[in-house]
């Protein structure tokens, strides 16, 4: 079946530096990649997404890459903050219907330490 | 603008003992709805997804059951929970009628369930 995979699982970083994960998704058909971070014990939340026509996406410090060929995208931060630290998921959209499905990566921890 | 309210927001419940798990969205008509379960430090595991009134869909054998009795509410229920059933169970909606054209999907704030 479908999946996406997300690496890498935990990332550390100083505080300044830049973070980047990268996720493969398997569905030709997806056409939608959201991301979203979730901090200790709260819900996910909507950082930053973009559409398969769209190659890159920026807001401020965060900005998503997208290569359709080789079927991966990628969540840059740049400058990180300690209040960056939190779980960061990717998600593809299923490509079939009209679920609105999304299936997620396993997630990566990002520590910012200061 | 659209919001969503999940109830409650911490559950202590004996094994054995059945569930009710309520989520309502406000702002919007014909939403997709998703039941997910996390496991501590775990990824996101999708339940149950509805695209209309009584319309659900299970992606995972398990002892939960789904209801979806109005437009914009979202019930998840069990007869008799089991140890393995603790989590933080999130509900989600997205916008409907999108045909194959992605779309986001927005968290409420999630039930953290403990089985004892």
């Known amino acids: 079946g479908e999946n996406v995979e997300q690496h890498p699982s935990t990332l550390s970083v100083q505080e300044g530096d830049s973070a980047v994960i990268k996720c493969t998704y398997s569905d030709s058909a997806s056409n939608y990649f959201p991301w979203y971070k979730q901090e200790l014990g709260k819900r996910p939340q909507l950082i930053i997404d973009?559409?398969?026509?769209?190659g890159e996406k920026k807001d401020q410090r965060i900005a998503v890459t997208l290569n359709k060929t080789a079927k991966h995208f990628s969540l840059h931060i740049t400058e990180t903050q300690p209040e960056d630290s939190a779980v960061y998921f990717c998600?593809?959209?299923?490509?079939?219907?009209?679920?609105?499905?999304?299936?997620f990566g396993q997630g990566t921890t990002l520590q910012v330490k200061p | 603008s659209q919001t969503i309210h999940q109830w409650p927001a911490t559950l202590v419940q004996p094994v054995g003992s059945p569930l009710s798990l309520e989520c309502t969205v406000e702002g919007t008509s014909n939403p997709n709805l998703y039941w997910y379960r996390q496991a501590a430090g775990r990824g996101l595991q999708l339940l149950f997804y509805?695209?209309?009134?009584?319309?659900i869909s299970s992606e995972v054998p398990q002892n939960l059951s789904a209801s979806r009795p109005q437009d914009r509410q979202f019930i998840l229920s069990s007869k008799k929970l089991l140890l393995s059933d603790s989590g933080f169970y999130l509900c989600?909606?997205?916008?409907?009628?999108?045909?194959?054209?992605?779309?986001?999907?927005?968290f409420g704030d999630g039930t953290r369930l403990s089985i004892l």
């Open positions: 509805s695209v209309g009134i009584g319309q």
């Open positions: 998600a593809a959209s299923m490509g079939s219907g009209n679920t609105g499905k999304l299936i």
């Open positions: 973009i559409r398969s026509n769209v």
């Open positions: 989600a909606w997205s916008g409907g009628f999108t045909g194959a054209r992605g779309q986001p999907q927005h």
